[in-house]
């Protein structure tokens, strides 16, 4: 009986080690670093410079290759309000503890400030 409880969590301890690799993102993959900036406006990714080669087949045939990111970092470059943070980010600096506790106190006493009508809107 004992014996079969410790091989039992020795394989449920090497599936658990061995399923664990599924969880780590695919190597060579693109992150933000394709964005470019060129001193006044953000560089969208060459698309053809993301595309990976497909590793499965069906029916014996190829799969075509895919743009990973080509998409999501293309429209990130568009929305980017101060385009150069993308290549020299600016440091964080220390939050303002005063404005945030103010703001938690406005919340939860129901008087909240709202929204400017000139500059933004509400999702309704």
Same mark, same amino acid.
């Given at each position: 009986?004992?014996?079969? /409880? ?8 090497? %599936?658990?080690?061995?399923? #664990?690799?599924? %969880?780590? @993102? @695919? ?5 933000? =670093?394709?964005?470019? %900036?060129?001193g006044a406006s953000a560089v969208p990714p060459d698309c053809d410079?993301?595309? /990976?080669? =497909? ?6 045939? /190829?799969r075509p290759s895919m743009q990973w990111g080509c998409a999501t ?9 101060? @385009?150069?943070? *993308? ?7 220390? *939050? ?9 106190? /406005? ?10 009508? #000139?500059? #933004?809107?509400? #999702?309704?």
């Open positions: 009986m004992k014996h079969t /409880r410790v091989l039992t969590l020795l394989l449920a301890g090497t %599936f658990a080690v061995a399923g #664990s690799g599924c %969880f780590k @993102p @695919p190597r060579n993959m693109p992150n933000e =670093s394709v964005i470019g %900036f060129d410079s993301l595309a /990976r080669p =497909s590793l499965l087949t069906d029916a014996g045939i /190829r970092y293309t429209n990130l470059a568009a929305q980017l309000a101060h @385009p150069e943070d *993308a290549v020299h980010p600016q440091t964080l600096g220390p *939050a303002n503890a005063t404005a945030a506790a103010g703001a938690v106190r /406005r919340y939860e006493t129901g008087k909240v400030i709202p929204l400017d009508k #000139s500059t #933004s809107r509400d #999702s309704k």
